[in-house]
């Protein structure tokens, strides 16, 4: 964790594009509150195979209309080259010069995979079209990725971004420190220096909260699973054991010399927002 120390601390919060005029004005409000806690920047989602591609630049676009920093994702696979040199240059025609780059997922029922097979090849591509002309921040996984064959090749996955340009690395969730600070000292160990931040998930809804651990290969420790499942439907016991485990979570992680955090927030600002005045940020 020694490396981690010397970067300056970054912290950003992470929206998914709205799909209706309703859904634009509430992340509209969610920003301008967390905007008063004044992060680095607001990152947006971009849905499979570049689903959600016009969705996702109207929400950057309006955000920095807000004057916001705002950062949008941007995957490859189902995508070609010129694709992705079309999107990327449209950002930089809006003044837009941070990226998160991902590989993605396909849609289901797509059979074209794209020109790119992995986020290594993504990031080396803007590297030779745009040079250092965009601020490249990629994903690691701390569990590691669920579609890995092993750990070891999961590291190699990561060491390969980074080594092709990446500039800063924003982690999947997790709720186990210890995971975090392993995975750091594994990248330091392969000669990898770059800020790591830890994506960190509020815990507002079990249901949800589950189905989206099980998709992304995210683990939830079982005393913690087991504690949500025994308040059943009572909401407010759900969120007020989650702010404690969340707080301690983020606390450790900064006591140890975490770069900052990055949160996804679902596009809601209060459980951000009190885990962020519990830490006396």
Same mark, same amino acid.
């Given at each position: 964790?020694?490396?981690?120390?010397?970067?300056?601390?970054?912290?950003?919060?992470?929206?998914?594009?709205?799909?209706?005029?309703?859904?634009?004005?509430?992340?509209?409000?969610?920003?301008?509150?967390?905007?008063?806690?004044?992060?680095?920047?607001?990152?947006?989602?971009y849905?499979?195979?570049?689903?959600?591609?016009?969705?996702?630049?109207?929400?950057?676009?309006?955000?920095?209309?807000?004057?916001?920093?705002?950062?949008?994702?941007?995957?490859?696979?189902g995508?070609?080259r010129?694709?992705?040199?079309?999107?990327?240059?449209?950002?930089?025609?809006?003044?837009?010069?941070?990226?998160?780059?991902?590989?993605?997922?396909?849609?289901?029922?797509?059979?074209?995979?794209?020109?790119?097979?992995?986020?290594?090849?993504?990031?080396?591509?803007?590297?030779?079209?745009?040079?250092?002309?965009?601020?490249?921040?990629?994903?690691?996984?701390?569990?590691?990725?669920?579609?890995?064959? %092993? /750990?070891?090749?999961?590291? *190699?996955? &990561?060491k390969?971004?980074?080594? !092709? @340009?990446?500039?800063?690395? #924003?982690? $999947?969730?997790?709720?186990?420190?210890?995971?975090?600070?392993?995975?750091?000292?594994?990248?330091?160990?392969?000669?990898?220096?770059?800020?790591?931040?830890?994506?960190?998930?509020?815990?507002?809804?079990?249901?949800?909260?589950?189905?989206?651990?099980?998709?992304?290969?995210?683990?939830?420790?079982?005393?913690?699973?087991?504690?949500?499942?025994?308040?059943?439907?009572d909401a407010?016991?759900?969120?007020?054991?989650?702010?404690?485990?969340?707080?301690?979570?983020?606390?450790?992680?900064? %006591? /140890?010399?975490?770069?900052? *955090?990055? &949160?996804?927030?679902?596009?809601? !600002? @209060?459980?951000?927002?009190? #885990?962020? $005045?519990?830490?006396?940020?």
């Amino acid at each position: 964790m020694e490396s981690q120390k010397k970067f300056a601390r970054t912290f950003s919060f992470e929206f998914f594009p709205p799909n209706t005029p309703e859904g634009a004005e509430k992340l509209a409000q969610t920003a301008k509150q967390l905007a008063q806690l004044h992060p680095k920047f607001f990152s947006v989602t971009y849905g499979a195979g570049g689903s959600t591609r016009e969705r996702t630049l109207r929400a950057v676009l309006d955000l920095q209309a807000a004057g916001h920093a705002a950062a949008p994702h941007i995957s490859c696979v189902g995508s070609s080259r010129n694709d992705i040199r079309e999107i990327l240059r449209e950002y930089r025609s809006h003044g837009i010069r941070h990226l998160v780059a991902l590989r993605g997922d396909l849609p289901s029922g797509t059979a074209f995979a794209g020109e790119f097979q992995y986020a290594n090849e993504l990031v080396a591509f803007i590297r030779s079209e745009f040079d250092d002309q965009f601020f490249i921040e990629v994903a690691a996984y701390p569990e590691y990725h669920p579609q890995a064959r %092993s /750990a070891q090749d999961d590291l *190699l996955n &990561f060491k390969r971004k980074v080594e !092709a @340009g990446a500039d800063s690395a #924003i982690t $999947q969730y997790f709720y186990n420190a210890d995971c975090y600070f392993h995975f750091v000292e594994e990248c330091e160990a392969m000669g990898l220096h770059l800020p790591i931040v830890p994506g960190i998930m509020p815990i507002g809804r079990f249901s949800q909260l589950a189905r989206f651990s099980d998709a992304c290969g995210a683990e939830i420790p079982r005393w913690i699973r087991r504690k949500l499942e025994g308040y059943g439907d009572d909401a407010a016991s759900i969120r007020a054991f989650g702010l404690d485990v969340v707080t301690r979570l983020c606390d450790d992680l900064l %006591s /140890a010399g975490a770069p900052g *955090l990055h &949160f996804y927030t679902m596009n809601q !600002a @209060g459980l951000t927002t009190t #885990i962020w $005045q519990r830490l006396g940020l």
